[in-house]
């Protein structure tokens, strides 16, 4: 079992960067697949982006390059680094941990979820 707790939504304007923390507590940490998710109201949770055990990497095909996924396993914690944000990047953002330590882009695949931490990005 793991918990996690996001944190680092906040409203910023168009362009700028924020960066989103989920730490976990439990144990093992380090064998999990992380992955990260959003929704926006009225349209579907949608994949951003995804870290496996091993540190390779995932990304939703919108992204391209504007974000990066990172974990720190001593601090049990996956970062997520937005930059130039982007209105339709307002959404809740969730995190989610696979046992399985995979980076798989389907949510149905994650076992354990966040609360998740709301972005707002304003012109």
């Known amino acids: 079992q793991v918990q996690l707790v996001e944190s680092g939504g906040a409203t910023v304007q168009t362009g700028e960067s924020l960066r989103l923390s989920c730490t976990a507590s439990g144990r093992s940490f380090r064998d999990y697949g992380v992955g990260w998710f959003r929704q926006s109201p009225g349209r579907e949770r949608e994949f951003v982006a995804a870290i496996a055990r091993d540190g390779s990497t995932n990304y939703g095909r919108f992204v391209q390059g504007r974000f990066a996924i990172s974990r720190d396993n001593s601090k049990k914690t996956v970062f997520l680094q937005l930059n130039t944000l982007k209105s339709e990047d307002t959404a809740v953002y969730y995190c989610?941990?696979?046992?399985?330590?995979?980076?798989?882009?389907?949510?149905?695949?994650?076992?354990?979820w966040g609360q998740g931490t709301r972005v707002t990005v304003s012109s």
């Open positions: 989610a941990a696979d046992e399985a330590g995979s980076y798989a882009r389907l949510s149905n695949r994650y076992q354990f």
